[in-house]
């Protein structure tokens, strides 16, 4: 059996639900691949190259400004699972001006694609806004400060359903990132200097996250019953309702980018951080040829 390394560097559904369904499901078995799920939300650039990443948004900012060779192979979704959840009194994103906002920093991807969002809604991200910076978690201490007041809106991920937190509260969903800029976020990314694109246990590890995929647009059963485990302070409605608002309409079926969109959303990045586009989509997303199934279990 193949065995293989393959980190997360974010958490929640978005970041981790095509691995899951793929480990609960036993796809990794079927395929013959053992996969070591990983942490690697805290590692540096060095260690995480050193294995497979879900993390597309980060590897994309890596290959922009320090030239690491990251490849995506796999594609779950070209829209952003993250959120503006704000206080009463603010109903759009250009009430945030002179507002507090806690935010990733913005050498981080969803940094990087809050800036993005808040200049296109007519925001200067450092001299409009307040920003507080914090690093990615379950955004619980998020929740408590916006309660207390202490800040008036907060960039979310997919740890939650924002818009059941939004209505239990009594607070807003401003906007959701996906709405205002769309870019391939989430899949499978390696870096060739460690592990070639065709390497069996890779391939093997990006069949399985494709039958995962067809699983999170045809099985909505199955699905909402793997995403409670995301969203356990939610009810199973709520969990429904988030999956048909925000990943069965958007996840892909067969893990192919969308050129186009790729795109655009290099441009925009690079122009974010203020270095040269110095990739293409198609060289960065190498998608477009669907590996053989192995022949083991029928694909769904």
């Given amino acids: ?48 190259r050193r294995g497979v990443t879900i993390g597309l948004g980060r590897a994309l900012l890596s290959r922009l400004t320090d030239g690491t060779p990251w490849v995506a192979l796999n594609v779950n979704t070209h829209r952003p699972l993250f959120w503006f959840l704000a206080r009463p009194g603010l109903t759009s994103l250009t009430d945030l001006a002179g507002r507090r906002l806690a935010v990733h920093a913005p050498h981080t991807a969803p940094g990087c694609f809050t800036r993005i969002v808040l200049r296109r809604a007519g925001l200067d991200p450092d001299r409009d806004i307040h920003t507080i910076v914090r690093s990615p978690g379950d955004y619980g201490m998020d929740l408590r400060r916006l309660h207390n007041g202490e800040i008036d809106a907060a960039l979310v991920g997919s740890t939650m359903a924002p818009e059941a937190v939004a209505a239990e509260h009594g ?26 694109p065709d390497d069996p246990a890779l391939q093997a590890v990006v069949r399985a996250h494709r039958r995962a995929l067809q699983v999170i647009r045809n099985d909505p059963g199955t699905t909402v019953r793997h995403i409670q485990t995301f969203l356990g302070g939610h009810t199973a409605d709520e969990a429904r309702a988030h999956y048909e608002r925000f990943v069965a309409p958007y996840f892909t079926t067969d893990g192919q980018a969308d050129l186009a969109v790729g795109a ?18 198609a060289d960065f997303y190498r998608t477009a040829t669907t590996p053989q199934h192995s022949g083991t279990p029928a694909e769904l």
Avoid: K, N, S
């Fill in 1 to 48: 059996m193949h065995t293989i390394d393959l980190a997360y560097v974010g958490r929640g559904l978005h970041e981790e639900l095509a691995a899951y369904i793929a480990d609960q499901q036993d796809y990794y078995a079927d395929e013959g691949v053992h996969v070591a799920l990983r942490d690697g939300c805290t590692w540096d650039e060095e260690r995480l």
């Fill in 171 to 196: 607070w807003q969903v401003l906007a959701w990132v996906g709405d205002h800029f769309q870019i391939l976020t989430v899949g499978l990314a390696v870096d060739p200097t460690y592990i070639h």
């Fill in 264 to 281: 655009t959303a290099i441009t925009a990045v690079a122009a974010e951080l203020g270095v040269p586009a110095t990739v293409t989509a």
